[in-house]
């Protein structure tokens, strides 16, 4: 089992951009496909960006495209969520997850372990 502890998160205005950083513990984050995932009050957790256990394959909803970029650092074994652009509709808690299944899985039920969260708020 994997531990996940988010961080980064904040207030910033629209246009503005965070960086969120996701620490595991337990075991290499290497054995695992990453994702970020985001909870707005009153909607539905949705899906943000993943990779790939070895890195390679990478998938953002098409929301995020262009602006947020997923990386990791398999000796840090921390992943990162750079967030450019910002707009009040990504205001959300941001939530790193793990998972076992090959490939980049983008469904939360896809995904064996969570972090706590870290909230963003973009606003002016």
């Known amino acids: 089992q994997v531990q996940l502890v988010e961080s980064g998160g904040g207030l910033v205005q629209p246009g503005g951009s965070l960086r969120l950083s996701c620490a595991a513990s337990?075991?290499?984050?290497?054995?695992?496909?990453m994702g970020w995932f985001r909870q707005a009050p009153g909607k539905e957790r949705e899906f943000v960006a993943a990779?790939?256990?070895?890195?390679?394959?990478?998938r953002y909803a098409d929301s995020v495209k262009g602006r947020f970029n997923i990386s990791r650092d398999y000796i840090k074994n921390t992943v990162y969520l750079q967030m450019n652009m910002l707009k009040t509709e990504d205001t959300a808690i941001y939530y790193c997850?793990?998972?076992?299944?090959?490939?980049?899985?983008?469904?939360?039920?896809?995904?064996?372990?969570w972090g706590p969260g870290t909230q963003v708020t973009v606003s002016s």
């Open positions: 990779t790939s256990r070895s890195g390679p394959s990478i």
């Open positions: 337990g075991r290499a984050s290497s054995s695992y496909a």
């Open positions: 997850a793990a998972s076992r299944r090959i490939g980049v899985p983008d469904a939360a039920s896809e995904y064996d372990s």
